[in-house]
């Protein structure tokens, strides 16, 4: 595996730029924002800081990632109260991603052993990390209003999540590029979409009885909004991950399976994006009915995954996570200007 990277690395011929695809044009949904953004973006900064001794340089990446937008944008209609859980479990999400990155497998294997005991055991269960007792705290509020279903929807699709994940860092340590049909699956949970779509029910108060939520066409749906959250994510991280050597992106799985060029396998990834958005709105199109009740909650929790289709796009602009103070240059010219790789060795191997 080292060998390909060394090739990719000293080739003179190393592109010095890519051209992102249009997503944000191919995507017709409406843009729609929560008027609670600021307070809820203010109140959830104070929670992720309280006792954690960050550095300024850590609570500056956090002001740049505007993880509170993208929650503003993704739960347009939700009251306050849901807001501000889904501001925290995304801002929680992201910090986990965050340190998750830094660990090997038996590392995010223990911390997902905590953070699950506490999903399913609130009353009982007192975590040992701080992103424990985090999960615990927006947890609480959560299962104040969230119906069972939805509550065992979080709990399971977090459960892949951290399973998926363990199953990343392996991959990583061994400089393993997995096959692309391989790819997806562990992508779909690495993501970490399905609990928050759990969350479209939470912030809206839905009550879809469960062998709705389990219908192909619903499940289906939720499929097309998560890929092309995640497939779009991995065209927007390629720069910064690249600069690292992180091989979990869907581009360098494409290169190598493919054989292609840096830039065709950007296109290729493009292509597969707007196939999910197209398959998103067929989809919808040829919902079933369930009676008038079920469908307007239906339709509420559709909505759902089409603010977050359209509301990831734009923020991946709008925060500096991807494209540092950039963004906006970026989405209007689509073109990246790569980093260089890293010199330093891989951090993983001094934790094994």
Known sequence: MQQHHTSVASSSSSPSKILIPDLVSHCTFKLRNNRHRKQATVECKRWLFRGGN?????????????????????????????????????????????????MNDRGTASTGVDIMNTFWLPERHRPVTRVGKMAKDFWRRTILTGTPGMQQRFRETMDFFFQAVTQQARDRQAGVVPDLESYIMLRRDTSGCKPCWALIEYAYNLDIPDEVMEHPSILALGEAANDLVTWSNDIFSYNV??????????IVVVMQQEGLDLQSAVNFVGDLCQQSIDRFVAERADMPSWGPEIDRQVNIYVDGLADWIVGSLHWSFESERYFGKNGLEIKKTRTVTLLPRRVESAPEASQI
Not at 74 to 94: I, K, S
Not at 241 to 250: F, V
Request: charged share 20%; net charge negative.
């Open 54 to 102: 960050l550095s300024q340089k850590k609570r500056d990446a956090f002001h740049g990632l505007k993880a509170g937008q993208l929650t503003a944008m993704c739960y347009p209609n939700a009251a306050y109260p849901q807001l501000r859980v889904c501001c925290d479990f995304m801002n929680w999400l992201f910090h986990l991603d965050n340190i998750s990155d830094d």
């Open 241 to 250: 991950e690249q600069s690292k050597g992180d091989t979990h992106n869907m």
